[in-house]
């Protein structure tokens, strides 16, 4: 790496930072996934919510002028970044922890592979957060508005998980079918009048039975509802993320729009547990929690 040491020629680094806006997807830096040294990485289908901490570095002379994984030219005097999974054009804001310093930077390359670093900078973000002579930082990375979506790879997923959802998810019997079977077969006036031609008397004395007959099956379904509320019924499955805990179930509870719960694994690799409003729904949740990339899904009743 050269001396940091440089003179700034009028024009030459960007002077303001980039104003976000809305771009259209980069068709060539947005693979479903990506191998760079033998690591598989997946590329994230938005950028709305991100929010991550962790070491930076930066880049320059070496890679000035080289394509970038979106297509233009690196230009190491503009304020731009790499990231791994991050959409791409997605506009973020980078704080050094270390001197409150930060730059809103737009994310246009793939990288840093080295380590656990999380984002790498160009020249100018680095100079702007001071970290250049050290060569990394503890940062904050937040993703700026307007985000980036990626509805064709979201698509793509769905699509590709959706074999695995079927094999991982049973359909649940139709309860209310169920009961109501369970009703007819057990209904006395039924099983005693089965077979057997009634006289007038004998169907004026049935008669009034009717209307207990409509509160035996009321009453058999009521009987089963609180078994209902006890047992249950959830999706669960498994997601690795770098985020912590409460991050991954804000990100989750968010994006299913009901109450997620995450659970501490081992390492990166967390238990999410999705409550159904009814059993009919748990393929398509399953299929949902795939596209966004927890695997493993299964029914499970509390």
């Known amino acids: 790496r050269p001396s940091t040491d440089v003179t700034y020629s009028s024009g030459s680094v960007a002077s303001s930072e980039p104003v976000p806006h809305a771009e259209p997807p980069s068709r060539s830096g947005n693979p479903d996934s990506y191998v760079v040294f033998g690591r598989r990485y997946r590329v994230k289908e938005t950028s709305e919510g991100h929010r991550e901490i962790g070491a930076a570095s930066w ?27 991050l959409p791409i054009p997605t506009y973020a804001r980078v704080t050094n922890l270390e001197n409150g310093r930060s730059v809103v ?5 793939r990288g840093p592979f080295v380590g656990e670093r999380i984002i790498d900078l160009s020249f100018a973000a680095a100079a702007r957060l001071d970290m250049l002579d050290h060569g990394t930082a503890q940062v904050e990375v937040v993703a700026l508005e307007p985000y980036q979506y990626l509805p064709q790879l979201a698509a793509r997923r769905a699509e590709a998980q959706e074999r695995l959802a079927r094999r991982a998810v049973e ?26 031609p009634a006289a007038k008397t004998q169907l004026a004395s049935a008669a009034p039975l009717a209307k207990p007959v409509k509160n035996q099956r009321e009453t058999v379904r009521n009987s089963a509802a609180p078994a209902s509320k006890s047992n249950a019924l959830y999706v669960v499955g498994t997601i690795t993320e770098r985020n912590n805990v409460r991050q991954v179930q804000t990100w989750l509870s968010n994006q299913l729009q009901r109450n997620v719960q995450v659970g501490s694994g081992k390492g990166q690799h967390y238990e999410v547990r999705v409550p159904l409003r009814n059993p009919g729904e748990a393929r398509q949740v399953a299929i949902r929690l795939a596209s966004l990339g927890v695997s493993r899904s299964r029914i499970v009743a509390d």
């Not at 320059?60 to 994984?69: A, I, L, V």
């Not at 930077?105 to 390359?109: A, M, P, Y």
């Not at 369970?182 to 039924?190: E, G, H, I, M, S």
């Open 105 to 109: 930077v737009k994310v246009n390359d």
């Open 59 to 85: 880049y320059g002379w070496d890679f000035h002028g080289r394509k970038t994984s979106s297509g233009p030219p690196f230009n190491m005097f503009e304020l731009t970044a790499a990231h791994k999974s």
């Open 171 to 196: 359909p649940a019997p139709d309860k209310e079918k169920t009961l109501s079977r369970l009703a007819r077969n057990t209904d006395p006036v039924k099983s005693n009048l089965r077979g057997k």
